[in-house]
Nanobody, 121 residues
Framework: QVQLVESGGGLVQPGGSLRLSCAAS????????MDWYRQPPGKQRELVAR???????NYADSVKGRFTISRDNAKNTVWLQMNSLKPEDTAVYYC???????????????WGQGTQVTVSS
């Protein structure tokens, strides 16, 4: 089994910055995608940023140029640096990883517990 633990959320003023982190532990052979999603109040969960195992990254249009996703495969960790935060960035942020637990197994999907980010003056 694999566990994802997130940290770094909180309350920040508009224009401020936060850095989220998500560390995976447990039985891990390899990790494919490492993503960040968010769910604003009353809305559906949406993809914010993706980091694939080949090193490519993708971002939602709403966060391009402000957010940066990065990963450390040796530490099974992914970060989301969020700059120039806006009130509309307020949401619960979730990390997601697609993990292969053994050489012979198929990859499974794992989610973090979620961390609240509130952007308000």
């Amino acid at each position: 089994q694999v566990q994802l633990v997130e940290s770094g959320g909180g309350l920040v003023q508009p224009g401020g910055s936060l850095r989220l982190s998500c560390a995976a532990s447990g039985s891990i052979f390899s990790i494919y995608a490492m993503d960040w999603y968010r769910q604003p109040p009353g809305k559906q969960r949406e993809l914010v940023a993706r980091s694939t195992s080949d090193g490519s990254t993708n971002y939602a249009d709403s966060v391009k140029g402000r957010f940066t996703i990065s990963r450390d495969n040796a530490k099974n960790t992914v970060w989301l640096q969020m700059n120039s935060l806006k009130p509309e960035d307020t949401a619960v942020y979730y990390c997601y990883m697609r993990v292969k637990e053994s050489f012979w197994g198929s990859p499974d999907d794992y989610w973090g517990q979620g961390t609240q980010v509130t952007v308000s003056s």
